[in-house]
């Protein structure tokens, strides 16, 4: 039994093992009180949110698992760099080897200075897909902002996952919601995948419901509890998939096997599913850092996610491919 997928079963209401459901739910309770805590000791003012000299863009949720922020992180830093501002993309650097105490430079001036298995496979997407961006990672906003700003001269940056990450202050908050899995079973971790209370979306300055399925959604489907005019529906699209090796197209209707790491697998799956013909998956806890003889062994074309696909380039195998996917989003109107 994979502990963590059944936990994720249980988030979502899917059937799982009923026994786990009850010590979830104590230790929510204690997770729970916690975060009401420190946001309180932050709405109070007690805890202090510190300025720094550039314009800040955070992009988060209030659930775990994958939503959609890193493709929007991307749009948002690629329309200010073709204004010719200065661009840094902030990350914690989940999942990589190296310490985020300290802050690293992943990327400037468009060179590459760690491997994904060293900084993380999201920072080192943003490095290879993002020109002109410079990419840090640091458990502290604040240091790496500075760091970004004094050597660099950053104007914007833009915070990957920091809604919860309250010690920078921030001048436009994007909080992203899952169209269709929304908030889950509406408890918190362990026992859901709430990050903190519902009441944290009065925090919000924007909000963008990120649809990945063919159907459509309308912007009111959280009316009673943000502003209508302040969100915005964004479309997930599969676009096209290619190999990551030869930069092939993948024909539509091939037979595929589909593997990932990441927070909400079926999502991508589904993407699979529209395009070609899905024989089996293979899934891997999120952030899993691959194996050579975890991927070797898989015969006939494999798609895996972007994400994913920074980590098993460096295999050179010949049948990896990698579905990109296409943001329906107007940047403009959320900026304004």
């Not at 501002?85 to 992943?106: C, D, F, P």
């Not at 005019?229 to 964004?234: D, L, Q, Y």
């Not at 209707?253 to 999502?267: N, R």
Request: contains cysteine.
């Amino acid at each position: 039994m994979n502990l963590k997928n059944e936990i994720t079963k249980i988030h979502y209401n899917i059937k799982s093992n009923a026994w786990l459901e009850p010590i979830l739910d104590f230790m929510a309770v204690f997770y729970s009180k916690i975060t009401e805590i420190r946001n309180d000791l932050y709405d109070r003012g007690i805890l202090e949110s510190e300025k720094v000299d550039a314009y800040v863009i955070s992009v988060g949720n209030l659930t775990t698992g994958g939503v959609g922020k890193t493709p929007v992180v991307a749009e948002l830093a690629k329309h200010y760099i073709s204004q010719g501002k200065k661009v840094a993309i902030i990350s914690r650097g989940y999942g990589g080897k190296l310490s985020n105490r300290e802050v690293h430079v992943v990327a400037a001036n468009n060179e590459i200075f760690f491997t994904a298995e060293e900084i993380g496979d999201e920072p080192y997407w943003f490095a290879q897909n993002i020109n002109n961006a410079y990419v840090l990672t640091c458990s502290s906003r604040v240091k790496a902002a500075n760091e970004a700003i004094k050597h660099f001269g950053v104007e914007i940056i833009i915070l990957d996952d920091a809604f919860q990450h309250r010690k920078i202050k921030r001048d436009l908050d994007l909080v992203l919601v899952d169209s269709e899995k929304l908030f889950g079973n509406g408890k918190h971790l362990p026992a859901g995948p709430l990050r903190e209370d519902l009441n944290g979306l009065k925090r919000a300055d924007k909000l963008l419901i990120m649809n990945k399925t063919s159907k459509p959604v309308e912007s009111d489907i959280l009316e009673n509890l943000f502003d209508k005019r302040k969100t915005f529906v964004c479309n997930v699209v599969p676009s096209f998939t290619y190999n990551i090796k030869t930069t092939e197209i993948l024909p539509l209707k091939s037979d595929v096997f589909a593997m990932c790491a990441i927070g909400q697998p079926e999502q991508f799956y589904d993407f699979v599913r529209q395009k070609f013909n899905l024989l089996d998956t293979i899934t891997f806890e999120d952030h899993h850092q691959y194996k050579y003889n975890e991927v070797s062994r898989l015969k006939g074309n494999v798609v895996t996610t972007e994400k994913d696909a920074v980590k098993l380039a460096e295999f050179d195998l010949d049948n990896i491919y990698a579905l990109k996917l296409k943001l329906e989003l107007d940047v403009e109107s959320i900026l304004k």
